[in-house]
């Protein structure tokens, strides 16, 4: 069983930027494809970002490419989100989250295992 524990999230202006992480226990973390996700009020969780193993390969939300970095660091057993020139659009509950049955990153939520309670993100305007 893998625990997941996301922090760094907050209020930001528009513009701004925030990194959030994920620690994760209970198990092995480079035998995990760890994902990002996030979901806003009145909506469905959504794809973010994500990052295989070995963190050699790595996918992004075309909402996200280009503005966010995912990265990891299996020694710490972490998982980051670097997020930058947010938007009040980026304002949601982000989730992090681990798929110990591919290689790849993926962006299919039902692939995912093991999920976090979430770390708000809030852009203000």
């Known amino acids: 069983q893998v625990q997941l524990v996301e922090s760094g999230g907050g209020l930001v202006q528009a513009g701004g930027s925030l990194r959030l992480s994920c620690a994760a226990s209970?198990?092995?973390?480079?035998?995990?494809?760890m994902g990002w996700f996030r979901q806003a009020p009145g909506k469905e969780r959504e794809f973010v970002a994500a990052?295989?193993?070995?963190?050699?390969?790595?996918r992004y939300a075309d909402s996200v490419k280009g503005r966010f970095t995912i990265s990891r660091d299996n020694a710490k057993n972490t998982v980051y989100l670097q997020m930058n020139s947010l938007q009040p659009e980026d304002t949601a509950v982000y989730y992090c989250?681990?798929?110990?049955?591919?290689?790849?990153?993926?962006?299919?939520?039902?692939?995912?295992?093991?999920w976090g309670q979430g770390t708000q993100v809030t852009v203000s305007s």
């Open positions: 990052i295989s193993r070995s963190g050699g390969s790595t």
């Open positions: 989250a681990a798929d110990w049955k591919d290689w790849g990153a993926t962006s299919l939520s039902y692939k995912y295992d093991y």
């Open positions: 209970g198990g092995t973390f480079s035998s995990y494809v």
